[in-house]
């Protein structure tokens, strides 16, 4: 059961994630995660499959992930309300979270928790991970790899 979003003390809730692809509407995104859970990959496609350029967001020590689907009717954590400026974007970072700050009264690192949100046509994803993401533009098809040792 999500926690619930109220934050009367919040003057900006959602603000601009300063990304190449965040002025898109409604890209696809695609979630590969990690065996240990730790590590998770988004595949951003701004213009839908097929068409390039393409994004990978890389996230390490991911304590949260949450994806799920955005046809009418999904659920809705009512994150219009929490927008107070720049409407139009797919990537936001909320830095008000209650979730984020739950978590972080047990993060023991010396990086800062983030609370990510992407605003997909297909679905939204949010991440609560340490220290930033690493975004990469693929132009073309390319392989992607993971390797797990157990």
């Not at 898109?24 to 240990?36: K, L």
């Not at 499959?49 to 991911?62: D, H, I, M």
């Not at 297909?122 to 157990?150: C, F, N, P, R, W």
Request: aromatic fraction near 10%; charge should be negative; glycine fraction near 6%.
């Amino acid at each position: 059961m999500p926690m619930p979003l109220v934050n009367p003390e919040a003057k900006s809730d959602l603000i601009r994630w300063d990304v190449p692809f965040a002025i898109s509407r409604c890209p696809s995104i695609g979630v590969i995660t990690d065996p240990d859970s730790s590590k998770v990959v988004l595949v951003v496609r701004p213009h839908g499959f097929e068409k390039y350029p393409q994004y990978l967001v890389r996230f390490f020590g991911v304590v949260a992930l949450l994806c799920y689907d955005d046809d009418p009717g999904a659920f809705d954590r009512g994150y219009a309300s929490l927008i107070r400026s720049e409407h139009d974007l797919c990537a936001y970072r909320w830095i008000t979270s209650p979730w984020l700050q739950r978590y972080s009264t047990f993060n023991h690192s010396d990086e800062k928790l983030s609370h990510y949100l992407l605003l997909g046509g297909d679905s939204i994803v949010e991440v609560i991970a340490l220290g930033e993401a690493e975004v990469e533009q693929v132009d073309k098809k390319t392989l992607i790899e993971m390797k797990h040792e157990v």
